[in-house]
């Protein structure tokens, strides 16, 4: 999805994410963002390696 958005796209993003919220609150979204990224990857990572020890017969005898 976010790949055939392009330079131009990203831009248009930012720049309307700039006018409604403010230079002073995208700080804060940027950071919530990260954060809530970091925690979706992690998730994900611990669910696949719980799916992984589960499905690998080695580890379960």
Not at 33 to 56: A, P, V, Y
Request: charged residues 25%.
């Amino acid at each position: 999805m976010l790949s055939n958005i392009g330079i131009p796209g990203l831009i248009i993003i930012l720049v309307i994410t700039l006018i409604i919220f403010g230079p002073k609150k995208l700080p804060e979204i940027g950071s919530a963002f990260g954060k809530t990224l970091s925690e979706f990857k992690r998730t994900t990572n611990d669910i696949m390696s719980d799916e992984d020890e589960s499905t690998d017969p080695k580890k379960t005898q």
